[in-house]
Structure formats: structure tokens, C-alpha cells
């Protein structure tokens, strides 16, 4: 009974110190980092704890990088023990003195804490005077006032006197900007504040959507430290340290250190485009030429035979893929038919800023002879060094086409045995060297060998005419030339579009709505969206084809709904050939 009694008297007193006050108590494994450097918190609660601590009101303040949990439970001469711990990684998102405020766990709540941020922080490196930082992140745009689709270089540069490992580094996205990063980092070391620090240079374009103030979060840097000696941030707790007090833990958790630094916010005041400004392209640039040259060059040519005009359209603050197709700046006359090749697009890093280039071979063929003028081309863009609107003009050109050199061929050809002089003169009255001329043309086997081919040739041709012929359908195993083009059906290509507006497929529709163009009018047929609307000469189509093609190059949403309305059934060649208007061009 004795025995029983003591027993159930263990267990009541087991029961009973698990269920003690819980008490919650914080320490930080340092109370002073740097700039970038992270932080341990470590939250303990005496006693089992079923939820974990509220990490909201860390949020404002902290980047939580990471967290992990512990419990354990000792009997010690009969006396039962347990503690739950939780280990958090913080990364301070400003300088300065930061307060931790008390955090709320399972009804208890811890103190709170105070850590200080900048400078060189508890690690005392070796070599280093106090307050001297070791990681620098900054990101720098060139122009803080540029105008909305104006290419903005921005700048990160990273400078560190410490080996980093695992280092990433990232731009957050924003609706606001389209971002793409340019060219290849730039290595290199420097004195900074006195000290040598290694460097990397990054740059990146950022295009502004919309006028207007726009904040852009600064380039997140993730990498890895090496260790700092510290103390063993769980020799204070006798639980935790003799449990872990043989295992080096400070050797092991000190290996590296987690690294996370942020870049102050970029600001754009983002400027629209100005009231009045005219022409079709929207090109904000620091300087725009546009050059030319001609193969052959010279005035004239003959009908049938190609004359290539080579534009080259430069801009100091765009890339080349915002530059117009060149082919939509030249208006072309009646009787000349254009074959542009691909355009070539090129962008260059230009001091502190992107020169981007498009240049293109276009090749221009007459049919018939006669004096053909060129038109001038008219280029205007936006000067934003001295906020004025520009104009660059080509001037016009005259062609004159000479007839085809194949016309002469159809002049009778005279036989090659008897010439003008042997037909009028005796045989006996030609000079000796005539006469050998003569007798070698009537004594030569090939006229009759070329007789023989022209009667052989011409009883095949009237053989295979009173062959029948019978039609038979294809097959689905035939095999079909690879060389003859595939015939595109305009009903099938207009359907295809149709269907592409209803799936919002910017790319799909273009291509479809071209095809369908291409083949209903191919004495017509548009190399594009701006070509096609100037046959068609719509207003409200205009507007719709303006809205795909700029869906088409910044790969953005795009609702059909507007142009399927818009071009509702196909159009025939003559309800386009109405009217010539020239549409604007779609800036970019």
C-alpha cells in the first residue's frame, strides 16, 4: 500500500511541475550589427507549449529570413523539467536603434528588447576602425526625371571588403516598370574610406508605364558571411548549455553568416508626354540620327531590276527595339514594290546611358519604265536634353527606270548559217576567210543536231497532249514539295484571328490577321499593322490595330473584344483601296 501510495504521489508531483506558470523569456546573440548583418533572437518558454510565438509585430521593423523550434524534457531526482525554444533569424530593415517589442506566446509575453543598427556592429573584425561597414549596396539611375517609356539605366553597385558565398542578388518586379538587365557585370576593386574594398557593377534598364511619381523598391543582396566569434548564445540557459555545452555549437553556428541587405527605394518623377508634340512615334531620346545609302547608286535602273535603300535609325537613350519599322516611315508610289529584309536591332552600353540602332535593307523593283519620285521621310522625336520636339527629314528622290534589257530579246534573231552579206553576194565574190565562215556553218553538225532535238522535243509535247490526264485527290501519305509555298486559305486565316481576339493572344491575332491580309490582297499586301491600316483607312479599326501592336511589344494584357468589333467581317480589296490616309505610326 506504502509502495502504491508512492507512486501516485511521483506522478501527482510529475503532473504538477509540467504544469507550472509558463514564463517567456528573449535574448539576442548580439545586441549591435551592421548594415546587411542579421540577428538570432532566441524565445524560451518553461514549459510544453502547443502554438508558437506572434511574429507580426516583428514585421515592421525585421525581415524574418528564417525560424526553428526545439523542446526538451529532464527528471532530475524526481523533479520534472521542460522548456520549448524558438529561434528566429532577423534582418533589420533600417539603421538606427530598433526596438523589439514584447511577443505574444501561448498568453505569455516576452520582454522587450532594444539592438542597435550601423556601423561595424559586435563582430570587431580585425583591421577595421570603429563604425566602418563592410557591405555597401547603392543603386543609382541616371535620370530622375525621365519621360514615361524612356529607357532609364539604373545602376547597382555592390562593395565589400569580405569574402561572400551563396550571394544573390535581385530587383523586385513592379507593374509600374518594365525591368531588364543589361550587359555583363563589371568587377574591380577601390579605396573607399580609406580602405580596399572589392566591387561589382550591375546595370539595368527600367522603362516607366506612366508619368507620375513612381517608388521602386531597392535591389535585395542574400549571401553569406563568414562566422564572427561570439559567445555561445545559449551559454547563459544552464539547460541549454550543458546539453550542448560539448558540441562546439558556437564553432558550428558562427561557420556563416546569413547576409541581407536592401538598397534604399528609387524614386522616378516620371514626366509625360508633352501637350502639342506631333508625329506618329513617341521617341524621348538625347540625340536621334537617321542615315541612308543606296546599291547601286545611281539615279537610274532598269525595270525588273532591284535598287536597295540602306536606313540605319540610331537613338542616344532608347533601345532598338523602340524604334519604328523603317519600312513604315517610307511612302512608296504607284509602280514600285517593296522587299524589305529583317531588321537588324542593336543596343551598346554609351557612357552613362544605351545607344540602341535598327537598321534595315529594303529593296525597292519597278515593272515598267518611266521617272519615279520617292517621297521624303519625316521623322519626328523629343529631344529631352532641351525638352523641344525634333524633325529629321531624308530627302526626296528621283528613279528613273530604264526598260528591262530582256526586251531586246524579243527582236527576230537572224540565222546563224546566212548572214545579210552571204545572201546578197555570190558565193565566188567573198574573201577567202568569208567564205571558210560559210562552208563551216552549212558543214558543222549542229544545226542538224539542234534539228533533231527541236522535232524530238516537239513530238513529246504533242504525245503528252493527247495523253489523258486524270486528277487524283491527295492523299494523306503524299509527300509535297518542300520548296512550293504553303497556300493560305483567307477564310481559314480570318477565322483563326477572330478565334485569337476571342483567346486575348495578342501575338496569335497579329500573325492570323496578317495571313489573312497577305492573301486576300496580294497585289496589296501589308508587311504590318501600320501598313495594313493605312489600306484600310478606319479610324476606329486604327485605334484597335494601335492597341495590338503595342500589346505585341510589351508583351502585356490585351482584350480582343474591341478589334474583333472593329473588323468584324473581312474587307475587300476595293472597300480598302478607298482611301490612302496615312495612319500615325503606334509609338512605342
Not at 508558437?52 to 523542446?71: N, Y
Not at 511577443?103 to 570603429?130: F, H, I, M, N, Y
Not at 566569434?229 to 539547460?239: I, K, T, V
Not at 563551216?440 to 543536231?449: H, M
Amino acid at each position: 500500500m506504502n509502495q502504491a501510495y508512492r507512486i501516485f504521489a511521483a506522478l501527482l508531483l510529475f503532473a504538477t511541475s509540467l504544469a507550472a506558470p509558463a514564463a517567456v523569456t528573449a535574448a539576442l546573440d548580439r545586441d549591435r550589427v551592421a548594415a546587411g548583418e542579421t540577428v538570432r533572437l532566441l524565445l524560451q518558454r518553461e514549459g510544453s507549449a502547443a502554438g508558437q510565438p506572434d511574429l507580426d509585430p516583428l514585421r515592421r521593423d525585421f525581415d524574418v529570413l528564417g525560424s526553428s523550434r526545439g523542446s526538451s524534457v529532464q527528471i532530475i531526482n524526481g523533479q520534472a523539467s521542460s522548456k520549448t525554444q524558438f529561434t528566429l533569424v532577423l534582418a533589420p530593415k533600417h539603421d538606427g536603434t530598433i526596438r523589439i517589442p514584447p511577443l505574444q506566446w501561448d498568453g505569455e509575453l516576452s520582454p522587450a528588447l532594444e539592438l542597435t543598427v550601423g556601423g561595424a556592429g559586435a563582430a570587431g573584425r580585425p583591421g577595421k576602425a570603429a563604425g566602418t561597414s563592410h557591405v555597401f549596396l547603392s543603386a543609382t539611375p541616371n535620370l530622375d526625371r525621365p519621360y514615361v517609356q524612356a529607357a532609364v539605366v539604373l545602376t547597382v553597385k555592390l562593395d565589400t571588403d569580405l569574402p561572400l558565398s551563396e550571394a544573390r542578388l535581385d530587383l523586385p518586379a513592379s507593374a509600374d516598370v518594365l525591368v531588364k538587365q543589361f550587359g555583363e557585370d563589371r568587377q574591380g576593386s577601390e579605396m573607399r574610406n580609406g580602405h580596399n574594398y572589392q566591387f561589382v557593377e550591375r546595370k539595368y534598364l527600367l522603362f516607366p508605364q506612366h508619368s507620375g511619381l513612381i517608388r521602386l523598391e531597392g535591389p535585395v543582396l542574400d549571401a553569406q558571411l563568414p562566422g564572427a566569434q561570439s559567445d555561445d548564445p545559449f551559454g547563459g540557459d544552464p539547460f541549454f548549455g550543458k546539453v550542448f555545452g560539448q558540441l562546439r555549437l558556437p564553432a558550428i553556428m558562427n561557420a556563416t553568416q546569413p547576409l541581407h541587405l536592401t538598397a534604399k527605394t528609387i524614386e522616378l518623377n516620371v514626366l509625360p508626354r508633352p501637350v502639342g508634340t506631333t508625329g506618329s512615334n513617341w521617341l524621348p531620346a538625347q540625340k536621334i540620327s537617321l542615315e541612308e545609302s543606296w546599291r547601286p547608286d545611281n539615279a537610274s535602273v532598269r525595270a525588273g531590276e532591284p535598287i536597295t535603300r540602306h536606313l540605319r535609325l540610331a537613338a542616344l537613350g532608347l533601345t532598338g527595339a523602340q524604334l519604328p519599322d523603317l519600312t513604315t516611315l517610307m511612302q512608296i508610289p504607284d509602280g514600285i514594290k517593296l522587299y524589305p529584309d529583317q531588321s537588324r536591332v542593336e543596343d551598346k552600353p554609351q557612357g552613362a546611358t544605351i545607344l540602341g540602332s535598327r537598321e534595315q535593307d529594303i529593296a525597292l523593283m519597278a515593272q515598267q519604265p518611266g521617272h519615279y519620285v520617292l517621297p521624303a521621310v519625316h521623322l519626328t522625336w523629343w529631344d529631352t536634353v532641351h525638352d523641344a520636339q525634333r524633325e529629321l527629314v531624308l530627302p526626296s528622290r528621283s528613279l528613273e527606270v530604264l526598260p528591262a534589257v530582256a526586251g531586246s530579246a524579243v527582236a527576230p534573231i537572224s540565222p546563224p548559217a546566212r548572214s545579210a552579206a552571204s545572201i546578197s553576194s555570190p558565193l565566188g565574190a567573198l574573201p577567202g576567210a568569208a567564205a571558210g565562215k560559210a562552208r563551216f556553218a552549212f558543214e558543222s553538225p549542229w544545226p542538224w543536231l539542234s534539228l533533231a532535238l527541236g522535232l524530238l522535243w516537239l513530238g513529246t509535247l504533242i504525245a503528252w497532249r493527247r495523253t489523258p490526264r486524270r486528277s487524283s485527290p491527295a492523299s494523306p501519305g503524299k509527300i509535297v514539295d518542300e520548296a512550293t509555298p504553303a497556300v493560305i486559305q483567307p477564310g481559314r486565316a480570318f477565322k483563326a484571328f477572330q478565334q485569337a481576339c476571342r483567346a486575348n493572344d495578342p501575338q496569335a491575332a497579329r500573325r492570323h490577321l496578317l495571313d489573312w491580309a497577305r492573301s486576300a490582297w496580294p497585289e496589296q499586301a501589308p508587311l504590318g499593322l501600320n501598313a495594313l491600316s493605312r489600306l484600310i483607312g478606319d479610324a476606329e479599326l486604327a485605334e484597335a490595330l494601335r492597341q495590338l501592336d503595342r500589346a505585341c511589344y510589351t508583351n502585356g494584357a490585351w482584350q480582343g473584344e474591341s478589334l474583333a468589333q472593329a473588323l468584324a467581317e473581312p474587307r475587300s480589296p476595293a472597300i480598302a483601296a478607298k482611301s490612302r490616309q496615312v495612319l500615325p505610326d503606334l509609338y512605342p
